[in-house]
């Protein structure tokens, strides 16, 4: 039930053309989006097409791009780069699986949010970055986490809530972050990361308009369909392209949140369209085919490296397992989860490297039994390292612990030996 | 903002039109826009924005143009800015400062006359302190700035118009310390923002009457300094809590619960606190008086204390 008068507003009083950057649309079009209770009929791509006729975005569709590059013979990645992102998504896939195997074991506890069915997202994306690039992601974040750089062993930990876990136990599955990789976390309330990124690429900004340092980095922030119905979405999408910031706001776009359809909560579904709307491009992209996501990403990340602002992409994608490990995911459609499942990213991806001779199966088989291998040891790590002592509570409360107060003998508090036992009164 | 060019300002009309209450007045003529950033109406956000750009390296001063502005940002202040560096297990730090003014003025209606101190203090990694005079405001927002810590400034919306001479040299107030206003024997009066002022004109008809005030500002909202407060008691045994913040979870309730678990056996009387009325503040000038603590209660209160 898309509404028709939504592709076609003017931003009115906008003095540049070039700010109505026109959504353009990237896979075939799907004819319809699967919900449990009814089907979407989209605007045809002819009637969107023409309306948009005029203006170009400097986003180029991946049709265009996948037909050029066919007409000159060849291909969107190289054998090395084809490697790289299908081990990364085997990392994610297999990872995944196992957290739910140590789940089930009782050795992980609380909320945790998987990845299945996902990673071209996040491998399309992140293997894009640079290190001093920053990623915010949601609960959702195990994956992120790993494309962006933090190890197996120590996202492991962390669920294992150890201290050798990249946040020393204390954060947990929905609350990875990593200094070194510029992993800003992992949040457990949709929304609420969003604006932490848009204050990572303001930092960007400032270092190179205030403190005349040489910055490209860029920011990417990733979240679910969920998300685009919430206040502080609107929020930053307004800021970011007012101050013009080196940001990508990546949806992810699985259709669900918990059990309520994207369909049953969101006026008009098509995400993409609401970046225009604050002029930036929005760009819709098949988030379960990683080559389309990479280069979709390619442009959206230039752009901003360019200092030529955000953009907006809407990845349609699908989470092959319930929204938590708690969730008995009872109302998707059976005929939803195979429609997806047939559109396994991981399984594409091999396709492709084989069809086009990038790799034969037996290094992909190699890749795959080094993955597991890997896995294993980081679930051995996990599992032999220490869990958090006393003396672990109080730190981190502060970076500096003065902020604990002066006790009634005139110390501050953290001077009291029993701190660092973790037993101070505080 | 001189010495270190990290230190930014952002929040709405900051910039250009120097503060709602002319707070930022003329930094941004001479830090430029992006130092002195006029955010877009949305708190949410652009706190939250201050605080990612904290984890990556800068200092931002976040204003809430009112102080009540700033439960648009609860979720910001206290999953992000309190609990942050926490969940990361110490990774990332937010040396933020969020500041604004605040408190009961003069008849500007309930939701421009709020106290969030109390809403604000038990969101653990924060800390807050409050202003009162000319030189505890520079203090203590050069403390804040420097602090590694997200520290919350409470300014009040009555106290902008007061004149103090102050030492041309750099000075810094400490976050965590207590300030000695005026000391006594007969009574320990603690005290924070415009009440300091109230509890000082009740301190001139105390004096007259024969009473022996000892008057601290305790500044520190969270945590209490309970060495200087401490001392107090044990010299006075009697404690009288004058504030503005609601009589139910104020600061007022908790430094009660601090003073009765720590200092109990030096207490000649119960501790007594006056707190404005649980009442959202009404408009009518007759009616906005007797929601908060007027010098003459304090008075009386010091009197029967010290029965």
């Not at chain 1, 640079?130 to 915010?136: G, I, K, L």
């Not at chain 1, 494309?147 to 947990?172: D, H, P």
């Not at chain 2, 001189?2 to 900051?14: A, L």
């Amino acid at each position: 039930m898309a509404t028709s008068f939504s592709a076609t507003l003017p931003l009115h009083g906008s003095q540049e053309n070039r700010l109505l950057l026109p959504p353009i649309r990237l896979a075939p079009l799907p004819s319809s989006f699967l919900g449990s209770t009814r089907s979407l009929t989209i605007p045809s791509s002819r009637r969107l097409y023409h309306a948009h006729a005029a203006r170009r975005s400097p986003v180029v569709g991946v049709q265009e791009v996948v037909k050029e590059k066919k007409v000159t013979n060849s291909l969107l990645i190289t054998k090395e780069e084809g490697l790289v992102l299908y081990e990364d998504m085997i990392l994610g896939r297999s990872f995944e699986d196992m957290c739910a195997q140590m789940y089930y074991r009782g050795k992980m506890f609380g909320f945790v949010h998987l990845y299945n069915g996902q990673e071209a997202v996040s491998t399309g994306f992140i293997k894009l970055l640079t290190q001093s690039d920053s990623v915010v992601s949601t609960y959702r974040d195990h994956v992120h986490a790993l494309s962006k750089g933090v190890s197996a062993r120590a996202v492991m930990s962390e669920l294992f809530g150890k201290v050798t876990g990249c946040c020393r136990g204390q954060g947990g599955s929905m609350h990875m972050f990593s200094k070194e990789h510029n992993m800003l976390g992992g949040f457990a309330f949709i929304g609420e990361g969003i604006p932490v990124a848009t204050g990572a690429a303001f930092t960007s900004k400032y270092k190179r308009e205030v403190l005349k340092q040489d910055c490209e980095d860029v920011t990417v922030a990733f979240f679910g369909d969920g998300t685009c119905n919430n206040g502080q979405f609107y929020e930053c999408l307004n800021m970011a392209a007012l101050y013009k910031l080196p940001i990508i706001f990546v949806v992810e776009n699985n259709l669900w949140a918990i059990g309520m359809s994207h369909l049953r909560s969101t006026s008009d579904p098509e995400i993409w369209k609401k970046g225009p709307a604050f002029g930036m491009p929005g760009v819709h992209v098949d988030g379960m085919d990683v080559l389309k996501v990479r280069e979709v990403a390619k442009e959206a990340v230039m752009r901003a490296r360019r200092g030529e602002g955000p953009t907006l992409v809407e990845c349609e994608t699908y989470r092959f397992r319930g929204h938590s490990l708690a969730d008995p995911d009872e109302l998707r459609d059976a005929a939803e989860k195979a429609k997806y499942a047939a559109r396994d990213p991981i399984t594409a991806l091999k396709k492709y490297l084989v069809e086009n001779k990038l790799a034969s199966e037996g290094e992909l088989k190699t890749i795959e039994k080094k993955i597991d291998e890997l896995v294993e040891e980081a679930v051995e790590f996990a599992d032999a390292s220490p869990q958090p002592g006393r003396s672990q509570l109080l730190e981190n409360v502060f970076a500096d612990p003065k902020g604990f107060g002066i006790g009634p003998d005139g110390r501050y508090r953290c001077e009291d030996p029993k701190f660092t036992e973790g037993t101070a009164q505080v | 903002m001189d010495r270190d060019p990290h230190v930014c300002v952002m929040g709405e009309d900051v910039g250009h039109y120097g503060g709602s209450y002319k707070v930022t007045k003329g930094l941004a003529d001479k830090f430029g826009d992006l130092r002195v950033l006029d955010t877009p109406i949305c708190e949410n956000a652009f706190t939250g924005m201050g605080i990612g750009a904290a984890m990556t390296g800068l200092r931002p001063v976040i204003e809430g143009m009112n102080m009540g502005f700033l439960l648009l940002a609860f979720n910001q202040i206290s999953n992000n800015c309190g609990m942050l560096h926490y969940t990361s297990g110490g990774q990332f730090t937010i040396p933020v400062v969020i500041r604004g003014p605040g408190g009961v003025g003069r008849q500007l209606g309930a939701e421009h006359s709020q106290r969030l101190e109390s809403y604000f203090q038990s969101i653990p990694g924060i800390q807050m302190v409050a202003c009162s005079t000319p030189y505890n405001a520079k203090g203590l927002m050069k403390a804040a700035i420097r602090s590694e810590n997200p520290v919350i400034l409470f300014e009040h919306v009555l106290l902008y118009n007061l004149k103090e001479k102050i030492p041309d040299e750099e000075y810094i107030c400490n976050l965590e310390e207590a300030e000695m206003v005026r000391p006594g024997e007969h009574i320990t009066i603690l005290t924070y923002s415009r009440m300091r002022h109230h509890v000082m004109q009740a301190a001139k008809t105390l004096v007259n009457k024969g009473y022996d005030p000892e008057v601290i500002d305790i500044r520190s909202l969270k945590p209490f300094d309970l060495y200087t407060i401490g001392n107090s008691v044990k010299k006075t045994h009697r404690v009288l809590i004058v504030e503005e913040c609601m009589r139910t979870g104020g600061i007022g309730a908790s430094l009660t619960a601090a003073i009765n678990e720590n200092f109990h056996d030096y207490l000649d009387a119960p501790v007594m606190c006056l707190s404005s009325q649980d009442v959202p503040t009404p408009y009518a000038g007759t009616l906005e008086e007797w929601t908060v603590v007027q010098p003459a209660q304090i008075v009386t209160a010091v009197e029967q204390l010290c029965q």
